[in-house]
């Protein structure tokens, strides 16, 4: 009752304030289910053959058929190639790339295919035979005057089949099919060019994946030296404390830089995984698949090089499979441009066909027959056809005009790749030269860190040197492994880019049993 008596009181503004907010409120639930309907289409507008095929709402997971036939094509069946038991050599490591890395199956495909199309506008220069037959029933009425047939028509009724062989030879195109079978034949070449950078490329991968695991492996030994060292000092430095000869801020000195070195240690064992998968990727194999490796100290020192920095250029522009490749694709968009402008020319071929007519008719006239009798018949014909297209709407200047576009690109795209290819080839030529400066310096400074290390272990023993001096040495000494150790895959590294860049094979030797 008090909620009536307070309706009842209610204004006539604030009745309709009321209804007004309602009518607002109902109007932007409208809008918003019609939104969410856009936006989320209901299941019942689908078919139902359809609908149980997809989630059943936006926000529902799809639940898949039983997927075991799709998932056995990505479950690989055969045999591992790689033998656990057997430590790998780089060569044997390049040598197993090129034959189980999917990439060159690939671009020996794709050169397989352009071989194929060169096969399938070479076909173009020969006639072309079909045999087609025609066969059924047919029945005409033929109007005549009615002073011969009374119903002024007659009916004539045929059963026939018509085999006939047609010939059409193209005996003139004004160079359309040459300008094709020209364009066809650089595209193989740039495909065979593509098959050996492909080529290039898994070797120089693998080959940076070879060094950076086993110069990991390194320097996870030189960490290891490192941490050995420095549990020497801490045992040093605690033995003279017994003796009253060391303080114990100096054994906690130690003993820290013990532990930053085992620290130090474990930082470089985790990126061990990091080069095994990089390792892998680049062969073709899953991580999973255990291999062991030699060092790359097996491989033969490296000499320095002999040739100046043009030479080595002017060899990569002649041996890079990739900068021929684009030469290629010039050659094949000038040919594509020739076929283009041949479009304008007419063509003459030679048509022939040979036949016959296999069948029965019969003539039906003012309700007589004459019955079924037979229109045995041979038919043939041989002739020379002429075309010349005159009007096609701009299509043929549109060709020309996109074959034309086609060339430059290239044109454009070899100066782009030689540019791109001289810097390559100058960086890593450069590199190169800089790597083995940089390695006389680093094996100096790993002869002087050694002595010094060497120097204050004595000094120290007999108490003539001090801790801080000897952990010093120590830090430098370790520093200077690691310097080493990070020249020598430099120079490697570095050898193995000048002869990437250069198209030339790579010296992956392995060094020669001492």
Partial sequence: MVTISVCLRRTAATVAATVGAGLLVGSVASLDAQESRRESPDAATIPERYSRQVAPTPSTYWRSPGLRDYVGVLKS???????????????????????????????????????LAVGLVESEYFPMLAVSALGGYRSAGVAIPKDLVSDGFFRFELAQAVPALNLRWLLL?????????DAAKERLLA??????????????????????????????????SAVDAARAVQQAAESRLTRGLATRPEVALAR??????????????????????????SIGI?????????????????????????????????????????VAALRASEAEVSRARAAYWPTLSLVGDVGTILGSA??????????????????????????????????????????????????????ATRDRAVTEVWKAYTDVKLA?????????????????????????????????????????????????LDSKVQVLDSAAALAFTTGAAPDARPAPPQ
């Fill in 173 to 181: 195109d004004f160079g359309r099919r040459k300008s094709a079978r």
């Fill in 362 to 415: 019969r003539i039906t006239a003012d309700g007589k027959s004459t019955g079924w009798f037979s229109t045995v018949q041979p038919s043939y014909g041989v002739g020379l056809a002429f075309e010349w297209e005159i009007f096609d709407g701009g299509a043929r200047r549109r060709r020309v005009e996109l074959a034309e576009s086609a060339r430059r690109v290239a044109q454009d795209e070899i100066t």
């Fill in 436 to 484: 083995f400066r940089r390695l006389d310096v680093a094996a100096a400074l790993m002869e002087a860190s050694q002595q010094a290390y060497d120097d204050q272990r004595r000094s120290y023993d007999v108490g003539l040197g001090t801790l801080t001096d000897l952990l010093g040495a120590r830090r430098e000494l370790s520093r200077a492994r690691f310097v080493e």
């Fill in 256 to 281: 820290q830089q013990a532990a930053q070195a085992m620290f130090e240690l474990e930082d470089v064992v985790a990126k061990e995984r990091d080069a095994q998968v990089t390792l892998a990727e």
């Fill in 191 to 224: 495909a065979n060019l593509g098959f050996n950078r492909k080529h290039q490329q898994i070797v120089y991968a693998v080959q940076r994946a070879f060094y950076g695991l086993t110069s990991v492996r390194a320097r996870i030994a030189v960490a290891q």
């Fill in 286 to 326: 899953t991580p999973t698949t255990p291999i062991q490796l030699t060092d790359f100290s097996a491989l033969l020192p490296l000499s320095a090089l002999q040739d100046s920095v043009e030479t080595t250029i002017d060899r990569a522009l002649e041996q890079r499979p990739d900068l021929i490749a684009r």
């Fill in 77 to 115: 069946t055969e045999a591992p190639l790689i033998d656990a038991s057997r430590r790998y050599e780089l060569p044997e490591l390049i040598d197993l790339a090129q034959r189980v890395n999917p990439e060159t199956r690939v671009a020996w495909e794709r050169a397989r295919q352009a071989a």
